[in-house]
């Protein structure tokens, strides 16, 4: 019997296994920055572009603080 995410393909890929934070001074951290090397304890992301189209927005527009304020009933101007 195949787990029930197998079909489908929704499930979250496998985490390795949780390590101890690794314990390291700003100076190492600065040493590892500048040799290009990777620091301990971050995970790498490999994020590509999709090339796709722009999905359209589906939350309305907010409106900017001077329309807002423009919805309210504008106070009198004094006379000259």
């Known amino acids: 019997m195949d ?6 393909g929704s499930c979250p890929a496998p985490r390795p296994p949780e390590t101890a934070p690794a314990s390291v001074t700003l100076a190492q951290l ?10 301990p304890g971050l995970e790498r992301r490999h994020i590509t572009a999709t090339h796709g189209d722009p999905t359209a927005s589906r939350l309305p527009r907010r409106p900017k603080p001077w329309e807002a ?3 309210a009933k504008a106070p009198a101007q004094p006379p000259c």
Not at 3 to 8: A, D, E, H, T
Not at 31 to 38: N, S
Request: a neutral charge; aromatic letters at 0%; charged letters at 10%.
């Open 69 to 71: 304020a423009g919805s």
């Open 30 to 39: 600065l040493q590892l920055v500048q040799q290009g090397q990777e620091l």
């Open 3 to 8: 787990p029930p995410c197998s079909q489908k």
